[in-house]
T-cell receptor
Framework: NAGVTQTPKFQVLKTGQSMTLQCAQD?????MSWYRQDPGMGLRLIHY???????DQGEVPNGYNVSRSTTEDFPLRLLSAAPSQTSVYFC????????????FGDGTRLSIL | GDSVTQMEGPVTLSEEAFLTINCTYT??????LFWYVQYPGEGLQLLLK?????DKGSNKGFEATYRKETTSFHLEKGSVQVSDSAVYFC????????????FGKGTSLLVTP
């Protein structure tokens, strides 16, 4: 039971570098989302997707891009990393509907120097 | 917009003490409500949920009741254990964000022997 798999688990970048955080789920869930977790801020929604080919912005989308070419994968791209993007990033998936719980990956801890 | 407010921590309790973590929400419509738990170094796990008014969610000795009249979803446990030490997040699902979650800021709980 893999569930939601995030890679890498840790990453250090320099300001201005780009990278992609990977997220894959094997539960055939239509709904996927990305959150960032910062001390004292809880988790905030970055982007979400309600199915392949459909994405939309959450609360804090600036500096991040997403795409959803398959049901399984939902990568998060940082085009030009900034120190303010230092955070722990979580990917989640669900079967849709307000009563369905989100299934979370183990997170990616990202540091931008 | 929709929001969740939960009591700030950290909360420190002795083993076998009674736990209450307050959570109130603001929402249009009738959201589903969740409590997630995050153990150190791990992702978020669903602890319990309630999908309509007066529902009581329960799991592992934890309980929370969806109170529409007071817009609250307080988490309670009658006798905490050291293994309950974690960060607890109250959240509601937002239909117009693909049922992604809107989180409170989290409450850190430390249970001492």
């Amino acid at each position: 039971n893999a569930g939601v798999t995030q890679t890498p688990k840790f990453q250090v970048l320099k300001t201005g570098q780009s990278m992609t955080l990977q997220c894959a789920q094997d539960m055939n869930h239509e709904y996927m989302s990305w959150y960032r977790q910062d001390p004292g801020m809880g988790l905030r929604l970055i982007h979400y997707s309600v199915g392949a080919g459909i994405t939309d912005q959450g609360e804090v989308p600036n500096g991040y891009n997403v795409s959803r070419s398959t049901t399984e994968d939902f990568p998060l791209r940082l085009l030009s990393a900034a120190p303010s993007q230092t955070s722990v990033y979580f990917c989640a998936s669900s079967g849709g509907g307000s009563n369905q719980p989100q299934h979370f990956g183990d997170g990616t801890r990202l540091s931008i120097l | 917009g929709d929001s969740v407010t939960q009591m700030e921590g950290p909360v420190t309790l002795s083993e076998e003490a009674f736990l209450t973590i307050n959570c109130t929400y603001t929402a249009t419509g009738y959201p589903s409500l969740f409590w997630y738990v995050q153990y150190p170094g791990e992702g978020l796990q669903l602890l319990l949920k309630a999908t309509k008014a007066d529902d009581k969610g329960s799991n592992k000795g934890f309980e929370a009741t969806y109170r529409k009249e007071t817009t609250s979803f307080h988490l309670e446990k009658g006798s905490v254990q050291v293994s309950d030490s974690a960060v607890y997040f109250c959240a509601l699902s937002v239909r117009n964000s693909g049922y992604a979650l809107n989180f409170g800021k989290g409450t850190s709980l430390l249970v001492t022997p």
